[in-house]
Structure formats: structure tokens, C-alpha cells
């Protein structure tokens, strides 16, 4: 069974930093794609960053200079770095793994990232 679990949510002032991880488990790889998506009550879900299997990134509008994404194979886990953050980055964050074989997605159950003074 597929399972992927975010890790490293919580509340932070403006201007702090986080890192969300997302360990994946199960009969996933090999991975075609991974991302990380961001939702906010009564929005839909939009992307924050993306990367192929092959190392190209693709940055959500704005996020660029202030968001990394990376991963680590062997640890089967996506991270997102997230710096200078603001009231604004406040939202659910989800990651999600595309399989290569077949194109089917899987999506973490989401993790409370909360940017307040």
C-alpha cells in the first residue's frame, strides 16, 4: 500500500523559515514526477513546486526565490525549503508523487503550514 506522509508543518512569524518533508512508503517508485501543492479554504489547490525524475524544476508564480524543492532517493522523501515566509503562504501543503509506470498519482493527506505574527 501507497502511503505518503508530510512531516515539519507548524506555526511561524513573518519572515521564519520551515521545511516540509514527505516520506514515501509502498510500491511507488519509479517516480516520474513529485510536487509540492498548496490549498487554502475555499480556493483551489495550486501548485508550489514540481520536479521531474530528471532534476527539472518548476516554481508556482512568485515562489521562486524564497521556495526550494529537492529530494533524496535513497530516503524515498521530497522536501520543500521554505524561506521568508508570510501571511500569505498560510495554507494546507500537499505533496504529491507521480508513478512512471501507468501516470498514476498519489497525494499526501496534507500538513497545516500557519504564518502569523
Known amino acids: 500500500q501507497v502511503q505518503l506522509v508530510e512531516s515539519g508543518g507548524g506555526s511561524v512569524h513573518p519572515g521564519g523559515s520551515l521545511r516540509l518533508s514527505c516520506l514515501a512508503s509502498g510500491s511507488i517508485f519509479p517516480i516520474r514526477d513529485m510536487a509540492w501543492y498548496r490549498q487554502t479554504p475555499g480556493n483551489q489547490r495550486e501548485l508550489v513546486a514540481f520536479?521531474?525524475?530528471?532534476?527539472?524544476?518548476t516554481y508556482g508564480d512568485s515562489l521562486r526565490d524564497r521556495f526550494r524543492i529537492s529530494s533524496d532517493n535513497a530516503k524515498r522523501t521530497v522536501y520543500l525549503q521554505m524561506n521568508s515566509l508570510r501571511p500569505e503562504d498560510t495554507a494546507v501543503y500537499y505533496c504529491?508523487?507521480?508513478?512512471?509506470?501507468?501516470?498514476?498519482?498519489?497525494w499526501g493527506q496534507g500538513i497545516q503550514v500557519t504564518v502569523s505574527s
Open positions: 520536479m521531474t525524475s530528471g532534476g527539472s524544476i
Open positions: 504529491e508523487f507521480t508513478n512512471l509506470l501507468g501516470g498514476r498519482e498519489y
